[in-house]
C-alpha cells in the first residue's frame, strides 16, 4: 500500500520548523481570535482557552459567553462580550447577531464547547457555521451541538475539527461515508481512511487513536505519539491549533502539526 501520504513526527523534531520560526515577534502581528463558549453552569474550557492562547502568543483575543455569566466569570478573563441567553443559561438564537459580529472582528474563530445541550442553541450555533466565512476549529462538546449540519462542516473549507474518536464515527455515518470506524482499527487503517476523507472533503480532521495524534488535511496526514489525552478534551490543544494556524493561513496541517509538538 502506497502511504507517501503519512508523515510519522517526532515530539522532539519538528516536520516544520518554517512554522516555530515564523512566529510573529509583535503582538500587532500575530492575529485575531475569538472563542465562543460557555453556559451558566460552565465555563472551565473557555477559561482555559483563554489561557491557552495568551500563553500561545495569540495576538487579540475576545471571547463571548452567555450573558449569564456575566456575574461569575473570573477577573483574570478581561475581553468579553456577552449574547442573550437561554432559560437554561447558553447562548440563544438572539445571540447569533453576536456572534456574527465576534466573527467580523476575528480572523479565525473557536467554538471551545460548554456550549450546553440547547436546541436553541444548536440552531445559533449552526446558522454561524452557515454563515460565517473565515477559518472555524470546532472541538469538545460544540461538535455535537452542530451534529444536524455535519454534511456543511465536511464541506466547509478552512474548517477544523478537533474531535474525540467517538465524534469522527458519528461523523462518517452522518454524512454517510462508505467507512465504518472502529476502536479496535489499528493505527494505519485510521490513517488511510482520514487520508480517503479529507481528498473527498475540504475539512481538516484531528483526532486522538491508539496513543497517537492524527491530522489530516488535502489527503495528507501527520500522526504523533500522544499521551495527554486531558489535554485534548479541556480544549487547549485546539486552541493552541487556532493560534499557530492564524500565523500561517492556508497551511493548517503544518501549523497543527507544530501547534502539538511545541
Known sequence: MDSSYWRRQDPDKALFPDIEWSKPEQRSMAGRLGIIGGNKLGFAGVADAYETAKAAGVGDLRVLLPDALQKTIPRTIIDTV??????SGSLSKEALDEMLAL???AQATLLI???GRNSETAIAYEAFVTRYQKPL???????DLVKNASTLLVE???TLLVVAFAQ???LF???YYPKILTFSMQLASLVEAVHKFTITYPVTIA????EHFVIAHNGQVVSMPWDNPMAIWRGSVATRAATYWLWNPGKPLEAISESIRT
Open 173 to 175: 455515518q452522518a454524512v
Open 82 to 87: 456577552f449574547g442573550p441567553t437561554t432559560l
Open 113 to 115: 464547547g460548554d456550549a
Open 207 to 210: 483526532v486522538l487513536h491508539k
Open 156 to 158: 466547509r473549507p478552512e
Open 103 to 105: 466573527g467580523d472582528w
Open 137 to 143: 476549529i470546532i472541538t469538545r462538546d460544540a461538535v
Open 168 to 170: 469522527l464515527q458519528k
